[in-house]
């Protein structure tokens, strides 16, 4: 089966900086995705990596270990509006297919 | 941008009704896939289709069937409704600009009284 792992629940404070964590035991590794999922909403796209390294968005940033089996998410200068979960996803190569497998998702409580 | 439509966000329906969840995409997409979510068991993956007529089971397929008889049309049905089957349904389609990830439906949420 396919392992996907991050916390269940984080806190930080409005104006700091958080990272979330992924780690990833997969049968094989075509990409790992992140989502934001706002509370009875559906899941969006945030960002994608495929290559080690760390990927810029605005105040959001990810980062790729394959060797690892590792990734995280960083989100800076916290706003209120990042109150969510967010939803770590690995493609991996199946027969006829490249699927997503989902983590269950860290749910951040922005504070302030 | 890829619209994914499901047609209620809200159901409510009662132990072993025949219930159907439908799903439309308007960019000709080949792959769509039907997940619920549960808390602290995240998205799980119930069935895929890759074209019309083609379909393959996901992670968790028992209770449910699907149809894709139009490319742009990917329907869940649970035969017999059960109370454990009380969850959120989301419909996804795979492709689009960002590596090929999922754009999701706004989801239905299902409730088996």
């Known amino acids: 089966g396919q392992n996907i792992d991050q916390p269940t629940e984080m806190t930080a404070t409005e104006g700091a900086i958080v990272q979330i964590n992924c780690t990833y035991q997969?049968?094989?590794?075509?990409?790992l995705f992140w989502y934001q999922q706002h509370a009875g909403e559906a899941p969006t796209f945030l960002s994608y990596?495929?290559?080690?390294g760390l990927e810029e968005k605005g105040r959001f940033s990810s980062f790729l270990s394959r060797s690892k089996g590792y990734s995280y998410l960083l989100l800076k200068e916290l706003q209120m509006k990042d109150s969510a979960s967010y939803l770590c996803a690995v493609r991996v190569p199946q027969t006829g297919a490249n699927n997503l497998f989902f983590g269950t998702g860290t749910r951040l409580t922005v504070i302030p | 941008d890829v619209k994914v439509t499901q047609s209620s966000r809200y159901l409510v329906k009662r132990t072993g009704e025949k219930v159907f969840l439908e799903c439309v995409q308007d960019m000709d997409h080949e792959n769509m896939f039907w997940y619920r979510q549960d808390p602290g068991l995240g998205l799980r993956l119930i069935y895929f289709?890759?074209?019309?007529?083609?379909?393959e089971k996901g992670d968790i397929p028992e209770g449910y069937s699907v149809s894709r008889e139009k490319k742009e049309r990917f329907s869940l049905i649970l035969e017999s409704a059960s109370t454990n089957q009380t969850s959120m349904y989301l419909c996804?389609?795979?492709?689009?600009?960002?590596?090929?990830?999922?754009?999701f439906g706004s989801g239905t949420r299902l409730t088996v009284v």
């Open positions: 996804a389609t795979k492709g689009g600009t960002h590596g090929y990830g999922y754009t």
């Open positions: 990596n495929v290559l080690d």
């Open positions: 997969t049968s094989g590794f075509n990409g």
């Open positions: 289709s890759y074209d019309v007529k083609m379909k």
